[in-house]
């Protein structure tokens, strides 16, 4: 079956712009996960939705990123006046129901770029 | 909170060698382990767990971990590796009991066969 999408593939913006990227969990999974890789670092938590609603949001770093599952399928997240600090690769990951032994299944990532 | 250490960021190993990727983790409480492997221009994927009974688990390809609580280490072996595990390695925790998995991930380690 289909696995976790993301879109777009890469992303070029100007400082300031406002972004908005977007996860296509697998079908029937009602957790999603949303992690940022800078270079030469390790995938970092940014949020987690059970369902609908954000479970754990902790990991957003500041109040311009925002996350959003109205459905409980598809996700976007999205950040106001970017920063080049905001460059990187953004993950997406869904698992069936969130618990710790499930697996999460990954996207290919959104690379965004901030010039 | 937790943090996991992996000291090497590259390893190359010529094939059919044996190969050790370290990772040691922090945490003040206690943590499900894993391993995630990322093939060239490939997503993130699960190679291996830890989340209870025996200390020693293993992948479908050939690779093992095993749990050191005293040591507070989770190191990856494979006694003789092929082209075709040239990927990058992270090593990642998740605490025990939290209600699902919010991942820390180590900063990765990229392992080079060698013809």
């Known amino acids: 079956g289909a696995g976790v999408s993301q879109t777009p593939s890469n992303k070029v913006t100007e400082k300031g712009k406002y972004v908005e990227l977007r996860c296509d969990p697998i079908?029937?999974?009602?957790?999603l996960y949303w992690y940022r890789q800078s270079l030469g670092q390790g995938p970092e938590f940014l949020i987690y939705?059970?369902?609908?609603?954000?479970?754990?949001d902790s990991g957003l770093p500041n109040d311009r990123f925002f996350a959003v599952r109205p459905e409980g399928s598809v996700s976007t997240l999205k950040i106001q006046r970017t920063e080049r600090g905001d460059s990187a690769v953004y993950l997406c990951?869904?698992?069936?129901?969130?618990?710790?032994?499930?697996?999460?299944?990954f996207g290919p990532g959104t690379r965004l770029t901030v010039l | 909170a937790q943090s996991v250490t992996q000291l090497d960021s590259q390893v190359p190993v010529f094939e059919e060698a044996p190969v050790e990727l370290r990772c040691n983790y922090s945490?003040?409480?206690?943590?499900?382990l894993f391993w995630y492997v990322q093939y060239p221009n490939q997503g993130l994927q699960l190679l291996l767990k830890?989340?209870?009974?025996?200390?020693l688990v293993e992948s479908i390809n050939g690779f093992e971990a095993e749990f050191n609580k005293s040591q507070t280490s989770f190191h990856l072996r494979k006694p003789s590796v092929h082209i075709s595990d040239t990927a990058e390695y992270f090593c990642?925790?998740?605490?025990?009991?939290?209600?699902?998995?919010?991942?820390?991930f180590g900063t990765g380690t990229k392992l080079q066969v060698i013809p």
């Open positions: 830890y989340l209870s009974g025996s200390t």
């Open positions: 990642a925790v998740s605490p025990v009991g939290g209600g699902y998995q919010k991942v820390t």
């Open positions: 945490s003040s409480v206690s943590v499900y």
């Open positions: 079908s029937g999974h009602t957790a």
């Open positions: 990951a869904s698992s069936s129901q969130g618990k710790v032994a499930d697996t999460q299944y």
């Open positions: 939705f059970q369902g609908t609603g954000a479970a754990d």
